[in-house]
């Protein structure tokens, strides 16, 4: 049963530490998406890419928020440093396509505190 | 700039009833529309993409219907039941755009 995986699922940290969440898109996929959830935005996305390559990260703030595909098995989110602000729930999704209107797989989330 | 909107933001009916929930959009220049499941603390579980040049899909018992003129799609759910519970998301695609456009999502309680 394929599906996307997410660690760690739960961190709390402190507000300016660093924090690195980690994504396994489905094995053969290539699209990965990277979304925020929210009580008062809901689900927003951070960052979006296609074989590898990133093609929109408009969404993510780019002084403190950095996405990267090492290899086409995971996905990395790093903020650095992170904020209370920045607490919610951070998925990962992947999908087989070539413009994005495939259908999404989501990850578990992350669930991030930053006191 | 693309909206989507889903009345009712709660809806609570006994087990068995049918229900259907609803997704408004602004844009009728979409490219599909899907409605997902987001179980408390889950991930979100797509459960049928319909693309632009369809008017419905089925899964077991739910059927999706899209019109995109009228800017809406409706979620039907036959013989609810308590494992139904949850909450569901409707996203929509634009045709310039790769970016889902999501609702706020109703949450739905079915009571046994």
């Known amino acids: 049963d394929a599906r996307v995986t997410q660690t760690p699922r739960h961190k709390v940290t402190e507000m300016g530490q660093e924090v690195t969440m980690r994504c396994q898109p489905i094995?053969?996929?290539?699209?990965v998406f990277w979304y925020r959830q929210t009580m008062m935005q809901g689900l927003e996305l951070l960052a979006y890419f296609r074989n590898r390559a990133p093609l929109d990260d408009s969404g993510m703030p780019k002084d403190r928020f950095s996405a990267e595909m090492p290899d086409a098995t995971l996905a990395t989110l790093k903020i650095q440093p992170s904020e209370p602000r920045d607490s919610a729930v951070y998925f990962c999704a992947s999908g087989l396509g070539a413009g994005g209107g495939e259908t999404q797989y989501f990850g578990p989330g992350t669930r991030l505190l930053v006191l | 700039k693309q909206e989507v909107t889903q009345i009712p933001a709660a809806l609570s009916v006994p087990e068995g009833e049918n229900l259907v929930l609803n997704c408004s959009f602004t844009d009728s220049a979409i490219y599909n529309l899907q409605w997902f499941r987001q179980d408390p603390g889950k991930g979100l579980t797509s459960l049928l993409l319909?693309?632009?040049s369809q008017r419905e899909q089925t899964s077991g018992r739910l059927n999706a219907s899209l019109d995109k003129s009228s800017g809406r799609s409706t979620l039907y759910i036959a013989a609810s039941q308590p494992g139904d519970s949850a909450t569901y998301l409707c996203a929509v695609r634009g045709n310039s755009n790769y970016q889902l456009i999501w609702g706020a999502g109703t949450k739905l309680i079915i009571k046994p």
């Open positions: 319909i693309q632009s």
């Open positions: 094995l053969g996929h290539n699209t």
